[in-house]
């Protein structure tokens, strides 16, 4: 492997561990949101759930 | 909602790693060597469109903080807020490569006489100072119209950047878009193209995935709020 080879893989590498970190980050975050809908689930009690109609979250 | 918007995810995330998938593909495989800089010139297919795909995001959370100035659109604060964050990540990858690129052809990872590069870092460290604006405000109208006046601030800086490129004498980084076009042609200017919409809709995929995140995040305080 040449040294021009190395430096354009090494730019490449680079554009995808970020890549690959920020998503690592979102994926985290969307479990902790997932830990705090199941805390929230638990505290709304039985009765209330099922007469309450459910509006579904906009995502995206 | 804009008719983007109702692009389901899932469908932004495939047609993403296809792109990605098929600029790369053309990168390494299909493209011939440059005459002047041989292997290394691959590094521009992403270089650039990572550059321009960092302005168009900046230039995009200058759009919503006028809409919330203007409309007091509820929903552009945030989407202000997610832009800007989504430009820094991309003008990351833009120092980070370019100093690879420089390293090659100059033999040196940065250089303080080029204006090109020194402007992009003054208009990078100028979007690093929002976030610090930003939490350094209460959550409130407030926090929202400051971060929206200093969003549309910013973007004054891209056509000076641009400018002052032009009118710089004795450069040594390359300029690929003239008045006249791009400098290129053939297979250079297909595979530019394809890696150019590759980032394009990576960036618009993480845009909505992390806009998606901070909305949930805001309905949860909601309701922990209200059920407390």
Known sequence: MTTSEKYVTA???VVFAV????VLIMALKLQRLEREVDELAERVPEDDAEETPREPARVG | MGRTARIPLPALAVASLVLVTTALAFVFF???NDAN??????????HVSIALTAYACFVGAAWKAFRHLTKQDPDADLESYVLVHQGLIFGTLVLLT????AKISWGHWWLWSEDQLVLFLVLFLFYCAYFMLRYSVDPGPRRANLSAVY???GVVLIPVSFAAIRLAKGL???????RHGPNFGGWILVTYCIAQAAVLVLAYTLYRLELGGKRLDGRLRELREALA
Do not use: D, E, M, N
């Open chain 1, 11 to 13: 730019a490449y590498c």
């Open chain 1, 19 to 22: 890549v690959l970190v920020y």
């Open chain 2, 30 to 32: 299909v493209v011939p």
């Open chain 2, 37 to 46: 800089q041989g292997f290394s010139q691959r590094i521009f297919y992403f």
């Open chain 2, 98 to 101: 370019g100093s690879i690129w």
């Open chain 2, 151 to 153: 969003a549309l601030f």
């Open chain 2, 172 to 178: 040594i980084h390359p300029v690929v878009f003239t």
